[in-house]
């Protein structure tokens, strides 16, 4: 998966340009508005999964993926958005030890997207 990862981009200029087309003339970026609720929420979101995954509670780390990947799909983070599905899927298999190596790419992956996003929209 990490080869798949490297090649794809971390965020889907698709979505962005469908997201800003969205917005009605001078009302400004409504990528911008929903970027930053993104970049509030997924903080909040990784340290309830690290809590999960620390707790070994399953459960907990599913709905957290799941929620963490509907969060990605909505702003375009294509890359973040695979890491989400792997780790719900090692999470309904219930094997920690694949949880916590996709917890710990879905880390990375949060950087990057973190990263590009905020190049975006203070551009």
Request: glycine share 6%; charged share 20%.
């Amino acid at each position: 998966m990490l080869a798949f990862l490297q090649a794809s981009p971390v965020l889907d200029e698709s979505v962005i340009a469908a997201i800003r087309a969205l917005a009605a003339p001078g009302d400004g970026d409504l990528f911008a508005d929903i970027a930053e609720v993104f970049l509030a929420d997924v903080p909040v979101q990784m340290l309830a999964l690290h809590a999960a995954v620390a707790g070994n509670d399953l459960d907990a780390a599913w709905r957290l993926g799941h929620q963490l990947r509907g969060s990605a799909l909505g702003i375009g983070a294509a890359r973040m958005t695979v890491c989400c599905q792997a780790l719900e899927l090692a999470a309904r298999a219930g094997s920690m030890s694949t949880l916590a190596v996709e917890v710990s790419q879905l880390d990375r992956e949060v950087a990057l997207a973190r990263l590009q996003i905020e190049r975006l929209i203070r551009s």
